[in-house]
């Protein structure tokens, strides 16, 4: 049998079943530290992780203050993250996008560490650069380097070797 969450139109927001468990990590949007406690607290029991959108650029989200519009709000990122990791079970963890300056971005990244998250995930462009524009890599390097948690390369990840180096 299935699991389904259902939206306030009746339609169904999320389907799974106990045999995805182990391997399914539930991807939510939130702009809010108490509703993202009582969204995954729901949800945990079904996945084996949590991973907040910190980096989503499409209208939808920015407009909710979620995905990237968070971006310039760390101390929401902090409170969102530490929150989630101080009330759930699963590993929590986030994708962010690289900001306007190397500064900017290692700074956030050490805030999102400091909220106790399993690995953090980083699209190699910022907000406002599409897929079809090269990723960071020196960005992701240097991120790589500050961290002491997983760092999950997100977005055009295609060149196997420019990634091995």
């Known amino acids: 049998g299935t699991t389904d969450f259902m939206d306030e139109d009746g339609?169904?927001?999320?389907?799974?079943?106990?045999?995805?468990k182990d391997r399914?990590?539930?991807?939510?949007?939130v702009s809010d530290p108490d509703v993202a406690v009582k969204a995954a607290l729901m949800i945990q029991?079904?996945?084996?992780g949590i991973d907040v959108n910190m980096?989503?650029?499409?209208?939808?989200?920015?407009?909710?203050?979620?995905?990237a519009a968070l971006l310039s709000q760390p101390h929401?990122?902090?409170?969102?993250?530490?929150a989630l990791t101080s009330s759930c079970t699963v590993p929590i963890t986030c994708k962010i996008r690289i900001?306007?300056?190397?500064?900017?971005?290692?700074?956030?990244?050490?805030?999102?560490?400091?909220?106790?998250?399993?690995?953090?995930?980083?699209?190699?462009r910022t907000r406002y650069t599409r897929s079809s524009d090269p990723c960071n890599y020196d960005m992701i390097r240097k991120i790589?380097?500050?961290?002491?948690?997983?760092?999950?390369?997100?977005?055009?990840?295609?060149?196997?070797k420019l990634i091995q180096s």
């Open 24 to 29: 399914l990590v539930f991807q939510m949007g």
């Open 45 to 48: 029991p079904y996945v084996s």
């Open 11 to 20: 339609g169904t927001c999320f389907r799974t079943c106990s045999a995805e």
């Open 99 to 124: 900001l306007d300056s190397e500064e900017e971005t290692l700074k956030l990244c050490k805030v999102i560490e400091s909220t106790g998250v399993a690995a953090v995930a980083v699209h190699g």
């Open 76 to 82: 929401l990122i902090k409170d969102i993250l530490t």
């Open 144 to 160: 790589s380097a500050a961290l002491t948690i997983p760092l999950i390369l997100n977005g055009a990840s295609l060149d196997v």
């Open 55 to 67: 980096g989503c650029p499409k209208a939808y989200s920015i407009k909710g203050n979620m995905g």
